[in-house]
């Protein structure tokens, strides 16, 4: 999946590796239980709710997928491009792409026609 990120991100990425002394071949993110392994989703998601309690809000309305459809979502609705939010998203129906985003199936079939590709 190819996906952007901001200038500020790359920074804090860039340090990260740095201070993690990562190699090409490492993961980003490593296992503290297994040493060839990758962060699992699990201790991911626990990570997760502690950033959301450290800023004061309810872990229970925050999750990995909130947090991933999170400036899609935004950029949805401040463009209405569907087909931009798909590719985004990976989807390959954008039947998947209205429903991960709570869009309706009318207006999303409207907008839809609008974009040419």
Do not use: C
């Not at 297994?34 to 991911?44: F, M, P, V």
């Not at 999303?108 to 040419?116: G, I, K, R």
């Amino acid at each position: 999946m190819t996906f952007e990120i901001t200038p500020t991100t790359r920074k804090s990425v860039a340090a990260w590796i740095k201070a993690a002394g990562l190699n090409s071949g490492d993961y980003l993110f490593p296992s503290r239980v297994n040493k060839d392994g990758h962060l699992s989703t699990r201790q991911y998601s626990r990570i997760v709710k502690d950033w959301v309690k450290i800023i004061g809000e309810d872990p229970s309305r925050y999750g990995m997928h909130s947090l991933r459809r999170t400036k899609v979502t935004i950029m949805y609705r401040q463009t209405h491009n569907l087909r931009a939010a798909q590719i985004l998203l990976g989807h390959t129906k954008i039947e998947n792409t209205v429903k991960y985003l709570g869009v309706e199936l009318d207006e999303a079939l409207s907008l839809s026609e609008q974009v040419e590709v």
